[in-house]
């Protein structure tokens, strides 16, 4: 009877040590992450401050006036603020540009967002397929070609289809580079639908054009936001595109209206700025709206 209760004495001693030593060493691994926190917080912060330098004197040097510019301190808030820069950015045809650059955003993703999606749905239904399995891979070899490979060959065949100088001529090519990563993402989210509510809706006499438009449409909404928005952020900053497709000044985009404002303003550097940020102020509130949106999608969607 007393090696009895000896053993078990020991051994709830032993469980005693160990659980001691799992709870020790559980609190040096959370102190260990909190000081990787705070080295990452204190990183974060840092960096937070290297980006909004340069973005704080863009905004505050648009509103200075040239004598303002040259004779005040750069990152001083200006004593007498104006709008003239702005007055003379949006005079110098900066509406039409803006008009460019929505009608190429918006004529872009939409026929691209619906191509790729239907793409998925298809590349995920039939999984079988070689003829399917092809077309997938071919979408990811898209994914390697850079659009600065295939200028060139883009800039001959809208030349042959009689396109050049137009929105056409930049809508067509901004689509096909935007199909590869749409199909991708909507992919990884279509093949995470069970396949039970498929069959489910197959039973009750659904077509795959029903179960694309009442089933997978609302189930894979997040990624079609993801890729909008992530696409349209793409198309906006275009620049190569306009510069090579398009000649005449009534067909330019907001970025190569820029490059043209900083030739036609090289001396007045606040108008400058001011056309900086007129056009990035559009991509920032959409950013803003939708930044939670587009990092959990793209997340979700490679991680799946």
Do not use: C
Request: no cysteine; net charge positive; aromatic share 10%.
């Amino acid at each position: 009877m007393a090696v009895a209760t000896s053993g078990t004495s020991t051994a709830t001693a032993t469980a005693s040590a160990k659980a001691t030593r799992h709870a020790h060493s559980g609190e040096l691994h959370a102190r260990k992450l909190l000081r990787l926190n705070w080295f990452g917080g204190a990183a974060s912060w840092l960096w937070l401050l290297i980006v909004m330098v340069p973005l704080y004197w863009i905004v505050v040097t648009s509103f200075k006036d040239q004598t303002a510019y040259f004779t005040q301190n750069p990152f001083a808030l200006p004593s007498a603020p104006t709008i003239e820069n702005y007055r003379l950015v949006i005079e110098s045809d900066f509406p039409r540009y803006f008009l460019n650059s929505v009608i190429v955003t918006v004529g872009t993703i939409v026929p691209a967002v619906a191509i790729a999606f239907m793409a998925a749905y298809a590349i995920v239904r039939g999984a079988g397929s070689r003829f399917l399995a092809g077309v997938n891979g071919l979408f990811l070899m898209g994914l390697a070609i850079p659009l600065q490979a295939t200028i060139i060959p883009v800039y001959l065949l809208i030349i042959r289809m009689h396109l050049y100088d137009s929105l056409l001529a930049i809508i067509l090519p901004s689509i096909a580079f935007a199909i590869p990563l749409s199909v991708l993402v909507l992919a990884n989210f279509i093949r995470d639908v069970p396949k039970e509510l498929f069959e489910s809706m197959r039973v009750d006499g659904a077509t795959e054009w029903g179960m694309l438009r009442r089933l997978a449409l609302p189930l894979t909404r997040p990624a079609l936001v993801t890729v909008s928005i992530y696409n349209g952020l793409s198309v906006w900053n275009g620049f190569l595109l306009p510069l090579i497709l398009t000649q005449s000044p009534d067909m330019r985009t907001l970025p190569l209206a820029l490059w043209t404002f900083q030739g036609q303003y090289s001396i007045n550097v606040p108008a400058v700025l001011a056309s900086v940020v007129l056009t990035t102020l559009p991509i920032v509130l959409l950013y803003a709206i939708g930044r939670r949106q587009l990092l959990s999608g793209l997340t979700a969607g490679f991680s799946r």
